[in-house]
């Protein structure tokens, strides 16, 4: 006979915030050796909305320390636990709008340059026709960006 307990499913992280996450290491791992410093960490953290103090960061990095590791060093498999616990905490709409504004920036769109530089950053190669064609495909006011009503539309139904 089964308990009478309900089954509460466990929280899960979408593929693409699992993706982001790793591509946000790869981007601040500046010297590619598959771990953040300190300085990395806290860059990267920033990078997916999840800023996190300085005494927090060290005593992260010390929990995970063990032999093979450099010193106030934290490899992704430690470093993707850690982040995607705290994505799965955080606000939805808050997480949309930290999203948009680590792509736009200080402006209030997503235009074709930064669409660029993103794609460069994380190291997608992709054309400047197929950049304009995600402008076009997307933008609903037809003002040549995105603005953060057509992104939140976007994440939502995980187009990206």
Not at 1 to 19: D, G, R
Not at 23 to 51: H, I, M, W
Not at 61 to 78: A, H, M, V
Not at 102 to 123: E, H, N, Q, R, S
């Amino acid at each position: 006979m089964m308990p009478n307990k309900q089954i509460v499913p466990k929280k899960c992280l979408s593929e693409q915030k699992k993706k982001l996450i790793a591509e946000v290491f790869q981007v601040f791992d500046t010297n590619g050796d598959g771990q953040l410093t300190y300085v990395e960490f806290k860059s990267a953290s920033k990078a997916l909305g999840c800023p996190t103090k300085k005494a927090d960061i060290l005593k992260i990095i010390k929990s995970y320390q063990r032999t093979g590791i450099k010193e106030n060093c934290i490899e992704f498999c430690d470093f993707y636990d850690v982040l995607s616990e705290k994505l799965m905490k955080k606000d939805p709409q808050e997480s949309l709008n930290e999203a948009f504004n680590l792509f736009a920036g200080d402006k209030d769109y997503i235009d074709f340059d930064t669409l660029k530089t993103i794609a460069g950053v994380i190291g997608e190669d992709v054309s400047d026709s197929e950049l304009a064609d995600m402008i076009k495909e997307f933008d609903l006011d037809q003002d040549g960006k995105i603005n953060r009503e057509e992104f939140a539309l976007i994440m939502k139904n995980n187009i990206i």
